[in-house]
């Protein structure tokens, strides 16, 4: 079975960066749709972005132009780069994996966007 680990969440100032990345277990990372989501106090857990096997990637609009997702199938990672992070991007952030070992959540990564 697939675990999923992140990290690199934080606390950052309105405008800065930060990166989060997602560390695979086991032998099918190579054949899976990885994403990431994020939910917000209050609020439905919401698509970020997502990158397919082959690389096509899709993004939420709130986020396009400013977040880039990316994938190592070599190192079986997964990366979300966050820049001109606003206060709207604080959330805990979750790495998704969609595959051969079905549907797998990793355990959140809070990133707060103070003001």
């Known amino acids: 079975q697939v675990q999923l680990v992140e990290s690199g969440g934080g606390l950052v100032q309105a405008g800065g960066s930060l990166r989060l990345s997602c560390a695979a277990s086991?032998?099918?990372?190579?054949?899976?749709?990885m994403g990431w989501y994020r939910q917000a106090p209050g609020k439905k857990r919401e698509l970020v972005a997502r990158?397919?096997?082959?690389?096509?990637?899709n993004y939420a609009d709130s986020v396009k132009g400013r977040f880039t997702i990316s994938r190592d199938n070599a190192k079986k990672t997964v990366s979300l780069q966050m820049n001109s992070l606003k206060p709207e991007d604080t959330a805990v952030y979750y790495c998704?994996?969609?595959?051969?070992?079905?549907?797998?959540w990793g355990q959140g990564t809070q990133v707060t966007v103070s003001s």
């Open positions: 998704n994996y969609l595959g051969l070992d079905g549907i797998v």
């Open positions: 086991g032998s099918t990372f190579s054949s899976a749709n």
């Open positions: 990158i397919s096997t082959g690389g096509v990637t």
